[in-house]
């Protein structure tokens, strides 16, 4: 079975993905970790981030593999080099590339190809996911997002900087000629500005074991 999460960054996609995917038995599978393993890769190398020729290369050298839940990248798990302020910068102008689009999902198809996984990231729900068993759109707005991103990440950012930063890539992504962030016509909208970790969980489980009782009978 999979289940797939699509929506803007910020909005929960990966925490809330993470515990249904333990509560349910499911595998995770973050979609949005395998460009930023590529991002990672590319910036350890000392190259540059926005030749696209070069990310693609770094691409195509290096292995992907999961391990225990956690990216790793020729065998060195990277999972908790992931996040910070350095990949946020570059990661949407690296996953716009349809070259690399393809060689990642290809990759993410085959990883779910053998299991029950919760898969989030832009495009899961359109592209890489289209016939998924359940659909979910989360969203939630801006300022509410630049709240979350800096309580996380508190690294010398201010909230407009944050703000800002999370507007651009909005629109970067609702525009991107591959992959754009929308929301697909079958997918459950999730408004999670207001809503606990817990309430979105409880509301988005009880679907998937409703679609999950049908498939039984």
Same mark, same amino acid.
């Given at each position: 079975?999979?289940?797939?999460?699509?929506?803007?960054?910020? +909005?929960?996609?990966?925490?809330?993905?993470?515990?249904?995917?333990?509560?349910?038995?499911?595998?995770?599978?973050?979609?949005?970790?395998?460009?930023?393993?590529?991002?990672?890769?590319?910036?350890?190398?000392? @190259?540059?981030?926005?030749?696209?020729?070069?990310? @693609?290369?770094?691409?195509?050298? !290096?292995?992907?593999?999961?391990?225990?839940?956690?990216? +790793?990248?020729?065998?060195?798990?990277?999972?908790?080099?992931?996040?910070?302020?350095?990949?946020?910068?570059?990661?949407?102008? /690296?996953?716009?590339?349809?070259?690399?689009?393809?060689?990642?999902?290809?990759?993410?198809?085959?990883?779910? $190809?053998?299991?029950?996984? /919760?898969?989030?990231?832009?495009?899961?729900?359109?592209?890489?996911?289209?016939?998924?068993?359940?659909?979910?759109?989360?969203?939630?707005?801006?300022?509410?997002?630049?709240?979350?991103?800096?309580?996380?990440?508190?690294? $010398?950012?201010?909230?407009?900087?944050?703000?800002?930063?999370?507007?651009?890539?909005?629109?970067?992504?609702?525009?991107?000629?591959?992959?754009?962030?929308?929301?697909?016509?079958?997918? !459950?909208?999730?408004?999670?500005? @207001? @809503?606990?970790?817990?309430?979105?969980?409880?509301? /988005?489980?009880?679907?998937?074991?409703?679609?999950?009782?049908?498939?039984?009978?």
């Amino acid at each position: 079975m999979i289940v797939a999460i699509d929506g803007p960054a910020g +909005c929960g996609k990966s925490t809330i993905a993470k515990r249904i995917a333990s509560e349910l038995g499911f595998y995770f599978l973050n979609t949005g970790s395998f460009y930023r393993a590529v991002t990672r890769a590319q910036l350890d190398r000392g @190259l540059d981030v926005s030749d696209a020729d070069s990310v @693609l290369e770094t691409a195509k050298s !290096i292995e992907i593999t999961v391990n225990d839940g956690n990216i +790793c990248v020729d065998g060195v798990d990277v999972e908790e080099r992931l996040h910070g302020p350095d990949i946020d910068q570059y990661v949407s102008y /690296v996953s716009s590339d349809p070259r690399l689009r393809e060689i990642v999902t290809d990759l993410v198809r085959k990883v779910a $190809g053998t299991m029950d996984i /919760v898969t989030e990231g832009r495009d899961t729900t359109t592209v890489i996911f289209p016939n998924a068993d359940c659909k979910f759109y989360f969203d939630a707005s801006a300022e509410i997002r630049a709240e979350r991103r800096i309580k996380q990440h508190p690294e $010398g950012q201010t909230y407009e900087e944050v703000l800002q930063k999370i507007i651009e890539r909005d629109n970067n992504d609702k525009n991107k000629p591959v992959g754009a962030l929308k929301l697909a016509s079958d997918a !459950i909208y999730v408004d999670t500005s @207001l @809503l606990t970790i817990e309430e979105v969980c409880e509301k /988005v489980t009880m679907v998937i074991r409703t679609k999950i009782s049908g498939m039984g009978n």
